[in-house]
């Protein structure tokens, strides 16, 4: 047992189903470690029929807070006692912080993309972003790079009204941002880029074990200008970011995005900063991730 847990050590952890794989407790455990803090982080398996009574016995044990993941993201929302904006825009939460028996609901996902987005001096504000994929990374990337001054937003998803339904709440609710939701294809992705500054990937394709797939078919739309990035991080390069770099464009990697997400929650929970750079490099170690 790691020397900083004495009798004051405070719990928090992670709600979600299949989560043995996750690796937000190495994470974590390492930052608490590091910066000696009396906090432990464990996994706790929470399918959707169990997630009312482990939510009570959250309360109960009076932890500090809580990750919640697939397939709980969405259902959590009405058993907080209060959600963030942008948490009620993305309709997902994957952070809760105890703020004295007051639950707290947060979605830092979104804020890890674009905080990977500034750690990598990638300007978003005032530009045009094409997106694919409107699931659970696309509304929390959408939203916050909306919330944060991206000037417009193309938004495509092979299921037309998921790209639909995330471009109305984006117009509605951040108008500063003007978005549009389209099919996805060929055509619509070629015509979208002709104007972008940032790609982003936020649908599975590429991602092991799918490494042969790309949203991208055809490399010719692919300008040297476009910034290219893909929230997938195994492989660390995706068949589209290896696309992009023959193209010559700037890529990044999910890499950031996962780290910074899991940062912000630690802030959030510690109100310290997470040793980002240590957390990087035992993460490369164990994963062989590479960063940008
Ligand atoms: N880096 C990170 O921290 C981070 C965080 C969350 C998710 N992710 C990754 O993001 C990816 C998406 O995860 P999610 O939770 O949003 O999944 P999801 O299933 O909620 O959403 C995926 C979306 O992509 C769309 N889609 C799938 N195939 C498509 C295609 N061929 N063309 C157009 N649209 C298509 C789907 O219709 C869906 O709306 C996964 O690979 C996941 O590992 C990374």
Known sequence: ????????????????????????????????????????????????????DVVKAMRVLNVKGFNVTMP????????????APEAQWIGAVNTVLNDNGKLIGYNTDGRGYVQSLREAGIAFEGKRIVMAGAGG???AVAVQLAVDGAKEIVILDMVADMAAALSNTINEKIPSCKT????????NLKEALQTADILVNCTPLGMTPHEDKSIIADP???????????VVYKPAKTKLLKMAEAAGCRTINGFGMMIWQGAMAFKIWTGEDMPVDLVKQKFMETLGAAGK
Do not use: C, W
């Open 137 to 139: 990374a696309g509304k």
């Open 72 to 83: 709980n993201k969405a259902n959590i929302i009405p058993l907080l006692d209060e959600v």
């Open 220 to 230: 010719s739309v692919l300008r040297r200008e476009l910034i290219v990035s893909d």
């Open 180 to 187: 549009q939701g389209l099919a996805f294809s060929d055509e």
């Open 1 to 52: 047992m790691a020397h900083h847990l004495n009798g004051k050590a405070k719990l928090v952890g992670l709600l979600g189903y299949p989560i043995s794989h996750s690796l937000s407790p190495q994470m974590h455990n390492t930052a608490f470690s590091h910066l000696g803090l009396g906090y432990a982080y464990l996994t706790f398996d929470t399918k959707e029929d169990n997630l009312d």
